[in-house]
């Protein structure tokens, strides 16, 4: 099971951008998935997470602005976001609770990280 992240890029503040992560291999269903992020220098965040039902979790610091969907179908996670701000600057990391097919408990994934810049 692989979880594959992209979307990240150089965008100037006030900008937007639109991170997808899309999990493969053998997987009978996805709990809990969403996103978090590490900057220089400080401990990974969590940005935002969705159930498979569709609640939602997000950072104080980024409501209002980031969006977390999630294609149940597709095993795929996307986290739009807009009115970007120089300290949104991290590598972004998708994480996810995955129940492989023929067993009952979730595992946790992490992705490989896409590394998103804002400029002032």
């Known amino acids: 099971v692989q979880l594959q992240a992209s979307g990240g890029g150089l965008v100037q503040a006030g900008g937007s951008l639109r991170l997808s992560c899309t999990a493969s291999?053998?997987?009978?269903?996805?709990?809990?998935i969403g996103w978090y992020r590490q900057a220089p220098g400080k401990q990974r965040e969590l940005v935002a997470t969705?159930?498979?039902?569709?609640?939602?979790t997000y950072a104080d610091s980024v409501k209002g602005r980031f969006t977390i969907s999630r294609d149940n179908a597709k095993d795929t996670v996307n986290l739009q976001m807009d009115s970007l701000k120089p300290e949104d600057t991290a590598v972004y990391y998708c994480?996810?609770?995955?129940?492989?097919?023929?067993?009952?408990?979730?595992?946790?994934?992490w992705g490989q990280g896409t590394l998103v810049t804002v400029s002032s």
């Open positions: 994480r996810a609770e995955i129940i492989y097919s023929g067993t009952y408990y979730p595992r946790e994934h």
């Open positions: 291999g053998s997987i009978f269903s996805i709990n809990g």
């Open positions: 969705i159930t498979r039902g569709g609640s939602t």
